[in-house]
Structure formats: structure tokens, C-alpha cells
């Protein structure tokens, strides 16, 4: 097979450095300015400055010794086997192919022969495949294209296979940019070192892959009515998937004089192609949402390494990018200025997205603002107040151990260290006090939970742009109250800690309906921590946004723990037919400082529109002792018309191994089904039980998780008129890199509690305590003892709780 690799220059002809070198803070080659490159990350004034920090500062050195040590490997491949880096890009090797055609999202064959082998288009949009790269990139294929079709690993089988790319979803994508990844790594070694074997490794990669890419045309869209023809990329399906440009931008800006000074290779064409894909960007897009964030930090990588306006025949350069990625008010591009004042919620600095959406989106605004600073809207950008007020505020969205609810699109969050890294260096050049302890406090508080960690930052954001040295702060600066009102997300925080300080003893929930983007149409949703974790759950998003589990379940009511009404209650999760949770009380008010410290709860009210019906929730935290507490929740549901028919499902859905009902017999049935009436969602549990009764109901869910023996235990009092089901449900999606991988494909246990007739005068009253094996449980007893008053037992404590309308009373006794 035709190879198609012009080598230029690929020959290695240094020697790779020896890390000891930088440690002793010697160059090997004295390098250059030049053309005033590198302006991305660095400038060149500020060599000798990195140089030091990554010779003296004890997390850059050791992360970039890591990162030298991983380049040094692939470096010395290369010597050995010119071809050994460039022939692992996924390029169209064997067909040359000019133009991509895609059909339904999909790429299915190409047209034309380019006198160079060219870049693979994205195989798909949607990334659900049973087809992934091989793994580590030492076993990619070389040179792998045969016939158009490209060789991967089949996940089922564990074999390889020659497959058409449109069925291996985004692993071309991941390929190329996991080695153009490698080319930005290796070209900043180059700079910081002087050693001209990094070029030699990165400098081939980059010009195969961009001279490739000026041989090709934009993607033919054979449908004729659908099909990404407003938002399809350069390389991807999604302007948004582009991200290759990030290291495209970092390699080229810091081997702008080498590739200029070799004539196997032309830097204007690698410009041209920078700005195809920033172009593409600027016009593919969407002005809103995080969509427009991502296209923003695209623009701002690509345009801040190109010349000035005057070098290009269109004017469009550095300084036009620059202001396009800052003030652009255009169809498909909302400038950042514009984004701060008024994509965030001004009051609160909420991006109103799910938090695995918005924390990033705010570090991706932070990056390219600070990445921007010295333009004078670059700076005024990153002096905003509300910035500073975003990045601290995403604590207020987390539970105890600093992991954030699951609601809608998303997974468990950690505030984003990146942003409060960014914003403390920015503050300790302003010698802002306030700002740098408040950062210092916050980055603080991540490394001591063992979730973050400055020594394995090897990124090149972090080596140029992160502070040194974290100054000493209080974490006092950021103590939080135990309730908090997201309203942008239509999101309240309750929190309950213990008087010892032991976050498996504090109690968080999340109460939610539906706002803002990448929720779900959940109902009236809760979440539920204790014992150390999350297990109350919600479930995430599905395998994929384009597979049935996401649109029939996942981001439908029956993966919420809520009340569906009639089993078909339902609505738009996008829009204005969102619907949003009322709240009618709250202890203690939000943002305040404990009243009582054995209380805190939320009463909300929520509204359907089909079937039209009421509903009303109240959740309490209720705190008996350091090592005592659990929750208490009352949910009222009735259609709004009088309907004899009407049925009412409440579901529990639990993180753990497995649910044990005690003393009820569940037999086998099918009725949580769509052939019985009820929503598709319902056709994704499996192994159904159930039995009608009137009596208590008590559920334990036990999990054995990281060494770790927890469990919940379910209370709910009896009602006639019921039936209870055991079912297992579709797997924590949202729990993805939460806990360990053994969990995340795991079926989950659900209760779901059925009543029949109107669930307002009789509604579902449920206690939940979660509990560490080495303790035990504490509660003996759950009762009603009036009406609206209901009474929890323990050893030697009692706690009445009564309800009055909205309102929630609290009365705990010792020696009862």
C-alpha cells in the first residue's frame, strides 16, 4: 500500500536532552524570539521566567519532568522510525480522499485523489460505537486506511477489524487529537529547552496534517432535509468538536522559526488552514449556551498565533480574531463581553446549565479571557466581579465531600480548579488580597480533598500560567450556609453537617423541577447524600443524546426519584414549556446561617400540564446527634380534574448492590410497561416485582463501594391502595468518574411505591437513612401519630415532625 508520507524533515537530528540539563537550568541552544512568536500561552520575554519555574518550583518541575519524560519515549520512536509519529495520524493514507460525504451524520465514503494523503473526516456525530482506537498509541495502526476503511478494535470481541468509519463514532477525532496533542507538548519543550529533537518530532506531524488538510474541501451533505449543514466542522460533525485546533494553535506558535526556516515546509499554509477552522467556527455555530463558550476559546486559541490584519489578503488576522472572540454580535457568534453581561445570571453568577455544563463553561471564559488580557477588553473582562463571584459560588452547588448534584445532562462535578487557578494567578498580579486568599482558600480545600492535585498538572496551561505557590489561607473565607437557591436552574441545596466535621455524617439533598439548559423533565425531583456518597441518585444522561435511552429515559421522569402521574406525566425539558418547582418555604432562609441545628427543609410546589395535576413536596435534614440524622420527605400528588382512575408512582432509585423489602412477598409481574398506558421510559426496568399491600413499607439498599460498607434504609408508611415494585433500573450515568469504574454500567435498584386514587390527603411519606455499616442504623420506628404529625424512633430519642400547609415543625426529645 502507497504510504502517501512526503518526509519532510522528520529525520531526528538531535539527541534527546537529558532532564538533568533543565534541572541545572542550562540551555542546550539559545533560541530566538522571532516574529514576535510564541503569543499564545507565553511571549518570548518570558522564557527565561518559565525556564526557572519549571527548574525550581517544586510542582512544575516534577509535572514537567513528566512531561518529558513521556515526549522523550515518542522522541526517541521517532529516531529510530522516521515515520513512526506521522503514520498514526488517521489520515486518509491509502485514498487521498479531497471531499468527505456524509449521509445522516455519518461519514460514508469520499470522493476525489489528493496528491497528498489528507486528514480522515469525523466518522460520526453521534460517539455511541462498539469500535474504539487502540490503545496506547504505540499499538494505533500505522498508515491506517485500506479501501476508505480504517482498522479498529471491535469492544465486543477485543479483535480488530476494517470497518467504514461512519459506524466508529468520534475515535478518528480522538486519534488525531490525541497526537497533534503530543506535537504541542513536544514543540513547548522545544522553546523551553532549545533541544531541536522536539521539533523534529512535533514539526512533521503538524505539516503532514495541515498541508494534508489544504488538499481537502468542506463535506458534501447528502440529505436533503437534514443533516449538520449549519453546524458541521472543518474536521468534525460539530463546530464545537474541533478541538484539535487547540494543539494545531500551540505547536505552530512555538515552531513558528523552525517550520519558517525549513523549506519542506510553508507556515502560510498552516495559517490558512488555522483560519479555515476559525472561520468554519465563527460561521457554524450556535450564539448560545456553552456551544458558543467552546467556539470562543477555539477562535482565541486560533487567532492569537496568527499575524496582524495586514498580512492576510482578507485583513483577517490576530486582531480581528481577537476582537471577534471579545465583542462579535453576529448569527452564530456571541462575543465573551457580551456572554458575561448577560449570559450569566447577574444576581446570583450562575450559568443557567447543568453543572458538568456550566463550571466548565465558566473555566472555558476564564481561559480565554485571561488568554486575551492584554487587550484592553481582554483585561476589563477578566476584572469583572462576576467572574470571581462564578468561580467561588459553584461550591454552593456542591455536597460536603465537594461534588456537585447530577441534575440533567450531567455527572458529579468538582469546582473547576482550572478556573480558580487561572483566577488566582490574575489576582496576584493585581495584588488583589481579598481575591488571592478567597482562590488560595479554594484550591486549598481540592488538594486536601485528595481530588486534586498541583504535582500531576503536566497540562501547558497550568506549566505558563498557574501561580507557583498557593499563598495561606483561612478556609473559614468560604464556609457555606446550609441552604442555597440556584434559581437560574431552578435548584435549591439543603445541607445538614455534623458537629464533628465528619462529611459522612452530614446530610445533602438536591431539590429540583426543570430550567436552564441540559435539564431533563424530571418531575419534582430530590437527590440524596449521606454515609460519604450520593445514594439517592440521578441517573445522568443517556449512552448518548442521539440513543432512545436518552430521549425515552434518562432524560425523562421514571430515571428521577419523583412522582409520575398516571405513568405518562411529561413535558419539554428545553424552552418555554420547561416547568419550573415553586418554592413556598425554606429553614433557614437561603443564604442564612443555621436557625436550628436539627432542621433544615424545603417545601416546593410543581405543576403538570399533561396530564394537568398538582404537586407538593417537602424534604427535611434532620440532625438528632453528631452521628444521627436522616431525612424526611412528604410528596402530595393529585390530578387537577377529579378522576377515580388516577394512579400515582413514586419512584426511589438507589445507588447499591442490591434493595432487600422487608416482610412483603414480591412476585414477578409486567405492568411498568408502555403496553400497560405508561411512558416509553418504563420499558427500561427489568426483573419487575411486585405485590399489593397496606402495610409499612422498610427497603434497605447496602453497598459495598471503595472498601466502604454503607447502606440507606427506605421507610414509607402505609397507605391503602398501594403496590410496590422492586425493579432494576439503567445505570448511574452521572456517576461516571464519581466512583469506580466497576459501578458505572451497573443495573440500580428502584423502589417504586404505586397508588391508586388521588396521593394529596393520603401522600407519600418517606423517611431515608443513610448509614456507615461500622455504626449501624439508629431509627427503630416510623409513625403516624395525627394528622399531618408523624413521629421517628430511636434509642433513647424521638423527633415529631407536623406539617402545617408549607410549613414544617420540629420537635426532637431525648430519653424517649
Known sequence: MENGFARSSTIIKGIVMNRSVIASGILMLALAAGAGHPQLLTTAEQHEAIRRKVATVDWAKSAFAKLQERIDGYVA?????????????????????????????????????????????????????????????????????????????????????????????????????????????AAFLYWVTGNKAYADFAAPILWTYMNGLAHTKKPVILDENGGPHRIIGTASYEVIHDGILHSIAVAYDYLYDYIRSDDSMDGTVVEMGIKRFVDRIIEGGGRTGNWNLHQAK??????????????????????????????????????????????????????????????????????????????????????????????????????????????????????????????????????????????????????ASGKYDRNSQESLLALTRYAAELPKAHPEVLKKTPTYFAEPVNLVMLENRSGNGDARYALGAAMFGTKGGHMHANGLAVELYGAGYVLGFDSGRGSSYWQPDHGDYYSKAPAHNTVIVNGTSSYARHGRDTIAMQVEAVEPAFDQPAENEHLTYLTASFRHTKPAASQQRTLALVRIDDTTAFYFDVFRSKTDKADPDQYHDWFYHGMADAMDVKALSLKPSKQLTSKRGNMKGYDYFTEEKSTETDSPVKATFPLHIEGNEVAMDVWMLAEEGR????????????????????????????????????????????????????????????????????????????????????KLGLEVEHGK
Not at 467504514?164 to 497526537?179: C, F, K, L, V, Y
Not at 469504574?741 to 397508588?755: A, G
Open 77 to 185: 520512536q521517532t529516531a529510530a522510525d522516521p515515520q513512526w509519529a506521522v503514520s498514526r495520524l488517521a489520515m486518509n493514507w491509502d485514498t487521498h480522499y479531497v471531499t468527505p460525504i456524509t449521509e445522516g451524520s455519518r461519514t460514508i465514503k469520499g470522493e476525489g485523489r489528493a496528491e497528498v494523503p489528507t486528514p480522515r473526516f469525523a466518522g460520526a456525530r453521534d460517539w455511541k460505537t462498539d469500535y474504539v482506537r487502540q490503545t496506547p498509541i504505540e499499538n494505533l495502526k500505522p498508515f491506517n486506511d485500506k479501501d476508505g476503511k480504517i482498522c479498529l478494535v471491535n469492544e465486543t470481541t477485543g479483535q480488530e477489524e476494517w470497518v467504514d468509519p461512519s459506524i466508529t463514532g468520534h475515535a478518528i477525532e480522538r486519534i488525531n487529537n490525541e497526537i497533534m496533542a503530543l506535537a504541542a507538548d
Open 298 to 447: 477555539k477562535i482565541a486559541y486560533g487567532g492569537m498565533v496568527l499575524g496582524s490584519n495586514e498580512a492576510y489578503a482578507d485583513l483577517k488576522g490576530r486582531q480581528y480574531y481577537i476582537d471577534i472572540a471579545l465583542n462579535a454580535d453576529l448569527p452564530n457568534q456571541w462575543g465573551v463581553t457580551h456572554v458575561i453581561r448577560e449570559g450569566y445570571d447577574q444576581e446570583t453568577a450562575i450559568w443557567p446549565e447543568a453543572p458538568g455544563y456550566a463550571f466548565d463553561t465558566t473555566a472555558n471564559i476564564i481561559e480565554i479571557v485571561s488568554l486575551l488580557s492584554t487587550d484592553p477588553d481582554g483585561r476589563k473582562a477578566l476584572e469583572n466581579p462576576l467572574l470571581k463571584k462564578a468561580v467561588l459560588d459553584q461550591r454552593k452547588q456542591t455536597y460536603p465531600p465537594g461534588y456537585s448534584h447530577a441534575m440533567g445532562d450531567t455527572s458529579y462535578a468538582r469546582v473547576d480548579a482550572r478556573a480558580g487557578e487561572l483566577m488566582l494567578s490574575w489576582a496576584l498580579s493585581q495584588g488583589d488580597q481579598e481575591a488571592i486568599e478567597a482562590f488560595s482558600a479554594l484550591l486549598q480545600g481540592e488538594v
Open 723 to 806: 403496590r410496590v415494585y422492586s425493579v432494576m433500573a439503567p445505570a448511574n450515568r452521572g456517576a461516571r468518574h464519581y466512583v469506580d469504574e466497576q459501578y458505572w454500567d451497573r443495573l440500580q435498584p428502584t423502589l417504586v411505591v404505586r397508588q391508586m386514587g388521588e396521593a394529596w390527603e393520603r401522600p407519600f411519606v418517606a423517611v431515608y437513612e443513610p448509614s456507615l455499616q461500622a455504626d449501624g442504623t439508629k431509627i427503630r420506628s416510623v409513625k403516624q401519630v395525627g394528622a399531618d404529625r408523624w413521629r421517628v424512633g430511636g434509642e433513647g430519642w424521638s423527633a415529631v415532625l407536623s406539617l402545617d400547609g408549607a
